[in-house]
């Protein structure tokens, strides 16, 4: 139930997060590279609707207050660290802001060590 309130209520307004329906299937959040290549599958089933957020924010994807939000220039690759053209690449990371606590915890340094193309 967690699981489906964030489908349908959160996705819609995360950047560059995508569903895949498939039938049958157990969800789980398949991280992917700029060449489409799978880096990591993490299931769903047994998180918490906060726990699925609190990791994507970990994971650097830029979060919407509203589905038809523009998403600001420099979250256009998040949750990618750079541009896979950019030449001077930057390594920016999307700040809290004033409403979301400042959460830097050893999940996000382990989502970070194991997914250092994020």
Same mark, same amino acid.
């Given at each position: !139930? $967690?699981?489906k309130a964030f489908v349908t209520q959160d &996705? +819609? %307004?995360?950047h560059n997060l995508v569903m895949k329906h498939i039938p049958g299937a157990d969800p789980e959040l398949v %991280? &992917? @590279?700029h060449y489409y290549e799978e880096l990591d599958r993490i299931p !769903? =089933? /047994?998180m918490t609707r906060a726990e699925i957020n609190d990791m994507l924010r970990a994971l650097g994807f830029y979060k919407k207050a509203e589905p038809e939000d523009m998403v600001p220039e420099e979250f256009r690759f998040a +949750?990618?660290? /750079? =541009? +896979?053209?950019n030449t @001077? +690449?930057?390594?920016?990371?999307r700040q809290p802001s004033e409403e979301e606590p400042q959460q $830097? /915890?050893?999940t996000e340094h382990q989502l970070e060590a194991q997914h250092p193309d994020l």
């Open positions: !139930l $967690q699981v &996705i +819609p %307004l995360y %991280l &992917i @590279n !769903l =089933s /047994d +949750p990618a660290k /750079d =541009s +896979p053209w @001077n +690449p930057k390594h920016t990371r $830097q /915890d050893a």
